[in-house]
């Protein structure tokens, strides 16, 4: 019953980005203008049963794994048409209802239609070297960003491209590079030892799903530091959470000396934020960009962050761009409402 909903919602509802599936409810759809049901048939023990247990699922043992990892169960698997992340969880205390989240992830990398954005992804598939981050609240985007970047620079340069993720979500097609693709539990332990055995095979481009952890983090510096071009995502509000937060990883000791390695080797912040439009029948991408020009670099090198806001604001030449800014230029353009504008905003001003 699940599997032919969830079938339906792929071929029918394409501004479907997620399903949310719990026992003795409807199963629920998440589109631009929130969550719906998708009918009135209510779900059962044996329906949620059914689904979970198949091989192409969590399998027949998923209790049992469930309990083994802590009351959680996350993975992806390939449908027609899409690849679906799911997210299985347990709720209600000593009940221990189940609840499934799926993200569809549609086989066709979607291009980002954000011009500033779209801009700077063809000038970063350009580049030999650097650390490019992508950015922003949980279903904002960013892997579809990233994924996004991947296409450019497979479409463009004959070169190594190593992705590392947990689950792989959208899978690459060789173009004209070679794409390894890895996946944290099936080809690796971790993200930290994935990037620190890349170094080793030979990559031009390391692609990094989520930097979760201080061994990730130092492993990506390191990366970067020693001439490669890496790709990450992580989660952050704007540029300046996320030099933060990267730089928060480490003891005070050794901050300075990564500090000093993020200014050398960063090449580009991209902080996003999915927005629903006017008619809230689609998604829309609103970004804010952060290249690291000298005077970026030196704040960043210094430690003097503050003053960043104000020169991406006069940085629009190099290709910077505030959110407010492209949140506003979305208000006057008749695709987002300023409700959903101040909603998707970090600036109290806007």
């Not at 698997?77 to 997210?87: A, C, E, K, P």
């Not at 499934?100 to 239609?113: H, K, T, W």
């Not at 899978?171 to 794409?179: F, G, Q, S």
């Not at 761009?321 to 506003?328: A, F, H």
């Amino acid at each position: 019953m699940i599997l032919e909903k969830l079938l339906f919602v792929i071929h029918e509802k394409t501004n479907v980005s997620d399903i949310h599936i719990a026992v003795n409810a409807p199963v629920l759809l998440r589109s631009p203008n929130g969550y719906a049901p998708l009918d009135e048939e209510i779900v059962s023990d044996d329906d949620m049963n059914e689904f979970i247990s198949n091989e192409a699922m969590a399998g027949k043992n998923w209790r049992s794994d469930l309990l083994s990892q802590g009351g959680k169960l996350d993975g992806a698997v390939d449908l027609t048409l899409s690849r679906i992340r799911y997210s299985i969880y347990e709720t209600d205390g000593v009940l221990h209802n189940v609840n499934i989240v799926l993200r569809i992830i549609r086989s066709d990398i979607i291009p980002v239609d954000n011009p500033s954005s779209q801009n700077m992804l063809k000038e970063f598939a350009l580049k030999g070297k650097g650390l490019i981050i992508i950015t922003g609240p949980t279903g904002s985007g960013k892997t579809t960003t990233l994924s996004a970047l991947i296409d450019r620079i497979n479409s463009d340069r004959s070169c190594h491209i190593m992705t590392i993720e947990d689950p792989i979500e959208y899978v690459h097609k060789k173009k004209k590079a070679i794409i390894s693709q890895r996946e944290i539990g099936s080809n690796l332990d971790s993200f930290a030892s994935g990037i620190e055995g890349a170094m080793r095979q030979r990559p031009d481009v390391i692609a990094v799903g989520e930097l979760l952890d201080k061994d990730t983090v130092e492993s990506l510096f390191r990366a970067a530091d020693s001439g490669h071009m890496v790709l990450a995502t992580t989660h952050g509000r704007s540029a300046k959470d996320v030099i933060n937060r990267l730089l928060g990883f480490f003891n005070m000791d050794e901050r300075e000396q990564r500090r000093q390695i993020l200014a050398s080797c960063l090449t580009s912040i991209v902080s996003q934020v999915l927005v629903p439009s006017l008619d809230k029948e689609t998604w829309v991408l609103a970004c804010e960009i952060l290249v690291n020009t000298p005077g970026v670099r030196s704040m960043i090198a210094s430690g003097n962050l503050n003053q960043l806001p104000a020169i991406m604001q006069q940085g629009r030449v190099d290709g910077m761009n505030l959110l407010s800014n492209d949140l506003l230029r979305l208000v006057r353009e008749n695709k987002i409402s300023l409700q959903q504008a101040r909603m998707a905003s970090y600036d109290d001003n806007i």
